[in-house]
């Protein structure tokens, strides 16, 4: 059964850093798209950044240029290293399949919160 699993997100101040982790157990990890993604209360999930299988990214124009998405397929992982933090980018961050890949089996997510 696929399963993800969020990591990494905590309180920092505007203009830290963090680095959130996802840990996937689904088979051939190496040959599929991956994303992540953020959501509010009373605010639907958005897309924040995607990877291809072949490496290839896309993102969000409210994180470009901050956010960066990157995998290691030798260990079913994939990470977002999130700098120049804004307090508007506190959410709860999740991974999963891209939206056009029909994304299942949401995890827990991992809670970011920007402030002073």
């Known amino acids: 059964q696929v399963q993800f699993v969020e990591s ?4 920092v101040q505007p203009g830290g850093s963090l680095r959130l982790s996802c840990a996937a157990s689904i ?9 992540w993604y953020r959501q509010n209360p009373g605010n639907q999930r958005e897309l924040v950044a995607v990877i291809t299988s072949g490496g ?3 993102y969000a124009d409210y994180v470009k240029g901050r956010f960066t ?4 397929n030798a260990k079913n992982t994939m990470y977002l290293q ?16 891209p939206p056009y890949a029909g994304p299942q ?3 827990q997510g991992t809670q970011v919160t920007v402030s002073s």
């Open 56 to 58: 290839s990214t896309n």
């Open 27 to 35: 088979n051939n990890f190496r040959g599929y798209a991956m994303a």
């Open 69 to 72: 998405i990157s995998r290691d």
């Open 8 to 11: 990494g997100g905590g309180l």
């Open 105 to 107: 089996n949401w995890g």
């Open 82 to 97: 999130m700098n120049s933090l804004k307090p508007e980018d506190t959410a709860v961050y999740y991974c999963n399949r």
